[in-house]
Structure formats: C-alpha cells, structure tokens
C-alpha cells in the first residue's frame, strides 16, 4: 500500500510539472522586442528625414532660380514704368510676357495661346493644353510630356 501512495505523490508531482510547462510561453522577451521596435522606428524616422531634406533642397533652389527671374523681371518693368512716357496695355504686356516665356524655353514644342486664338482642333492632335487662370492655354508638345 506505501507503494500505492507512493506511486501517487509522484504522479501528482509529474503533472504539476506538465501543467508549469503547459503554462510556460515560448517567446521573444520583451526587452528584444523593444530594442526591435525603437531600431525600425528610428530608420523610419531617418529614411523620412532624408527624403524630406532632398524634397526641401530641391524647392529652395527652384525658389532661388524663379526669385532671381522675377528679380530681373521686377526690375525691367520698374525702369519701363519710370521713364517711358507712353501709355502701357496691360493685357498685351501680359500675353507678350507670357508667350517669351514659352518661346524662351522652347520655341517649337512649347506654346502660348490666347483664348481667342485657341482652337482644339488644330492643337489636341500633337500638344496637351494647360488651361490657365485667365482662360488661355500653355500647350507643350505631347512627345516631351513628363
């Protein structure tokens, strides 16, 4: 009979051992698992950073290549209005400005037309049309579209 009871106490101690196994997790510890997370988080952060500082840079320079074109423009248009006499057409000044512009960044694919002269039939077979503010059209040849 000691057997027996024997027998049991051991029994009884084998299976609070599987139920403590049973219960135990295997897993990442914590600790890994936030140094995991704060490492990914920080590259994300970086990759981001540098990305956006390219962005930036590419802007301020378009900014500083547009500042000192309207700086000339500015300055042109101040010496005209000072010493010319005559009276200035506002409207015909702005549709000139505006078509040598397009004639200065490429006379043969890239076109200023006015509202009046625009015509869809002659233009939308080769160039794309660009609406603007005030009702007329850049047209840039269709082949050299980005």
Excluded: W
């Amino acid at each position: 009979m000691s057997d027996r009871i024997n027998n049991t106490a051991d029994t009884k101690r084998h299976s609070r051992r599987r139920k403590n196994r049973k219960n135990h997790k295997a897993g990442v510890p914590l600790g890994i698992t936030i140094t995991i997370a704060a490492v990914c988080a920080a590259i994300a952060f970086s990759v981001a950073y540098i990305y956006a500082m390219k962005t930036f840079n590419s802007k301020v320079t378009d900014l500083s290549e547009k500042q000192a074109m309207f700086t000339k423009l500015y300055e042109i248009d101040s010496i005209v209005r000072e010493n010319y006499s005559g009276t200035i057409d506002e409207e015909k000044l702005k549709d000139s400005l505006s078509s040598a512009y397009t004639i200065g960044t490429d006379k043969e694919n890239v076109l200023y037309v006015s509202e009046a002269e625009y015509n869809p039939d002659k233009y939308s077979k080769d160039y794309k049309a660009f609406k603007i503010s005030d009702g007329s059209y850049v047209l840039i040849k269709k082949s050299l579209l980005k």
